[in-house]
Structure formats: C-alpha cells, structure tokens
C-alpha cells in the first residue's frame, strides 16, 4: 500500500515528526480506515527514503497512542479511533498547528489585532470554495 506522505528535508522539523504527523492525520481524518493494513516497516522507509528505525518509532509512538496496533507476523494495522478519541485528536492536532502559527506571527512581531484579520482573511479564503452551498462561518 502506498501512503500519500510529503517529507520536507529542508524543514527545520524532524523526519519522524513529519510522517507521525501525517500519519496520524490521516488516521484521525478517516482517510486511512480502522483495519487497513500498513506497510511495512523497511517498505515505508524505502518509499520515502529514510531509515526503518524512523519509520519504526513512528509505528511504536502511534501504536502507545493507540491508533495502531500489530500483529505479530501478520502486519501493523490502523485501530479503531473513536469518535470522541478522534474529536481531541483533531483539536490537539489543530491547536498545535495554530500554536505554531501565533509564534510564527509574534516572532516578526505582528500584533494580536493584525493576527485576528489575517486569520479571519485566510479562513475565508480556503473555505471559500466549500461554502458555495450556503453555510458561511
């Protein structure tokens, strides 16, 4: 199976950060569902050119959070998230984003005012698109 992640070697972030993000979106979104089975360890790190003991602490920090479980033998497959599980997975994983973002913004000294336009200008943008049926925010 082949799993849609970008690395960016040149991003400050490190690697295994990089995939357990986007793995972990891609679980939490749905878009990888309960049961699908994962390549494996050196099979993902062949595809995206990185060490297996990477992709394998990626494996076992998803698995201690519980949206990965291993079989032995058979495979690592995504695990049932619920609903409320997968409800404080995406706040956590969006508050982290917007974190990121405000000390970004606070570094070239933007003031709070100026955060709140930009963000609401950025907001509506990329919904844009999606709101043509009529719910606005």
Not at 110 to 129: A, G
């Amino acid at each position: 199976m082949w799993i849609p992640i970008q690395i960016n070697e040149s991003s400050a972030e490190p690697l295994y950060h990089q995939i357990e993000t986007q793995l972990r979106s891609m679980i939490v979104g749905g878009q990888l569902a309960e049961g699908t089975l994962l390549p494996s360890i050196r099979e993902l790190a062949g595809n995206l050119n990185c060490s297996a003991i990477t992709v394998r602490r990626v494996y076992q920090d998803l698995e201690s959070e519980g949206l990965l479980r291993t079989k032995q033998g058979t495979g690592t497959f995504v695990a049932k998230v619920e609903e409320e599980q997968r409800g404080t997975y995406k706040r956590t994983f969006v508050e982290e984003a917007l974190g990121a973002a405000i000390d970004s913004a606070r570094s070239v000294q933007y003031s709070k005012e100026e955060l709140k336009t930009l963000f609401l200008e950025v907001l509506e943008e990329k919904f844009k698109d999606t709101e043509k049926g009529g719910d606005s925010l």
